[in-house]
């Protein structure tokens, strides 16, 4: 199957940190994407995951476990503009992307 | 740097009207794509190019034409709008399959 499932929305405080999972069960890989997608705007690219372990760039890292066919984005000190949706795009066999629906992040003071 | 541009950023069709979306890039990149991004659902792939000349169907390509002429060049055209159509379209581009995408700022399509 091609399924990627991440939370549909989580809230957090500025200044904490949050972790948004995402999970995928696509046949044949080759790596894993982040993509911030504010409301009424285009996506934009965050980080690319093709091997295990984490990836850290600047407030942002993201984490990757083949075995596990499992993801998280990492955002550290929120700030208010963090308010978002972070989108989840898994590259399968075919080097298509299978995009999640996105985790909407609501940032409180 | 343009980027990617996307035209227009909004349209009302009347359901059986034609349109055409615009997309150009302007960093060579050879691959090109279409997305359509409804409420609630995940960015599907209507069509993409990886390369001048070359065009393939992606999951969901019913009701929808493309073509690719120049490297910069990839619009998308609807022939007979339908109400299923109303939804926000993407163009994007990238230089390899396995590298970031470039997104145009999107049409918000709305079909009457």
């Known amino acids: 199957g091609q399924n990627i499932d991440q939370p549909t929305e989580m809230t957090a405080t500025e200044g904490a940190i949050v972790q948004i999972n995402c999970t995928y069960q696509?046949?044949?890989?080759?790596?894993l994407f982040w993509y911030q997608q504010h409301a009424g705007e285009a996506p934009t690219f965050l980080s690319y995951n093709v091997l295990d372990g984490l990836e850290e760039k600047g407030r942002f890292s993201s984490f990757l476990s083949r075995s596990k066919g499992y993801s998280y984005l990492l955002l550290k000190e929120l700030q208010m503009k963090d308010s978002a949706s972070y989108l989840c795009a898994d590259l399968d066999s075919n080097y298509q992307l299978i995009w999640g629906a996105g985790t909407k992040l609501i940032i409180k003071p | 740097n343009a980027g990617v541009t996307q035209t227009p950023k909004f349209r009302i069709l009347k359901i059986g009207q034609s349109m055409t979306l615009q997309c150009t890039q302007d960093?060579?990149?050879?691959?090109m794509y279409w997305y359509r991004q409804d409420p609630g659902m995940g960015l599907k792939l209507i069509y993409y190019?990886?390369?001048?000349?070359?065009?393939d169907k992606g999951e969901v390509p019913n009701g929808y034409n493309v073509s690719r002429s120049t490297t910069e060049d990839f619009p998308l055209r609807l022939e007979l709008a339908a109400p299923s159509q109303t939804s926000v379209y993407f163009c994007?581009?990238?230089?390899?399959?396995?590298?970031?995408?470039?997104f145009g700022q999107g049409t918000r399509l709305t079909v009457v």
């Open positions: 960093m060579n990149h050879n691959y």
């Open positions: 994007a581009s990238s230089y390899g399959e396995n590298t970031e995408a470039f």
């Open positions: 696509t046949s044949g890989f080759n790596g």
């Open positions: 190019s990886v390369g001048a000349g070359i065009t």
